[in-house]
T-cell receptor, first 116, second 113 residues
């Protein structure tokens, strides 16, 4: 069965510092992997996704994530945090297998705080 | 742009009431989903549907049922609402052709008193 673990429910960084949000997944077949962001009082929007092409995936707003099969990880990074990055971030996994009909399983979420 | 709409942003119901949450998408997506979002628990899948009249249980289906009579509409039903069903409910849809990019509705915050 698929599962996602996000390490750290809250991450705090200073403005301009590196952002690193951790995600580990469990999947029996090659996965699709996603990062979604939810800004305060807004809906979820896609940041980036991995679908078995390049292992380093670039997303919106300067975020990127690297798929590491050996570590079953898909950590999200941004070189320099901005105040507007403060939000909740969700990692999600979906199997390629045709039997699962594309359901996404989400992690518990990580709240990113950016300090001035 | 794909649009996923939900019938209510806020809903207050009493214990034991039957509750209907409606979701409509306008991009002919075959797959539709209902999640609930609770602090510290992330999004948990309640039910999903991959075609009209087809449905599958997610991780937390107890106390819920769904209906999909038309491709664009997916309804979540709480047969007898309970206080532990107070939550934010998110509807979403996607299609295989778009690489399973999920489009979310704005959510319905349900309070059961």
């Amino acid at each position: 069965a698929q599962s996602v673990t996000q390490l750290g429910s809250h991450v705090s960084v200073s403005e301009g510092a590196l952002v690193l949000l951790r995600c580990n997944y469990s999947s029996s077949v090659p996965p699709y992997l996603f990062w979604y962001v939810q800004y305060p009082n807004q809906g979820l929007q896609l940041l980036l996704k991995y679908t078995s092409a390049a292992t380093l995936v670039k997303g919106i707003n300067g975020f990127e994530a690297e798929f590491k099969k050996s570590e079953t990880s898909f950590h999200l990074t941004k070189p320099s945090a901005h105040m507007s990055d403060a939000a909740e971030y969700f990692c999600a996994v979906s199997d390629h297998g045709s039997s699962n009909t594309g359901k996404l399983i989400f992690g518990q979420g990580t709240t990113l705080q950016v300090k001035p | 742009d794909v649009k996923v709409t939900q019938s209510s942003r806020y809903l207050v119901k009493r214990t034991g009431e039957k509750v209907f949450l409606e979701c409509v998408q306008d991009m002919d997506h075959e797959n539709m989903f209902w999640y609930r979002q609770d602090p510290g628990l992330g999004l948990r899948l309640i039910y999903f549907s991959y075609d009209v009249k087809m449905k599958e249980k997610g991780d937390i289906p107890e106390g819920y049922s769904v209906s999909r009579e038309k491709k664009e509409r997916f309804s979540l039903i709480l047969e007898s609402a309970s206080t532990n069903q107070t939550s934010m409910y998110l509807c979403a849809s996607h299609t295989e052709a778009s690489g399973r990019k999920m489009f979310f509705g704005p959510g319905t915050r349900l309070t059961v008193l």
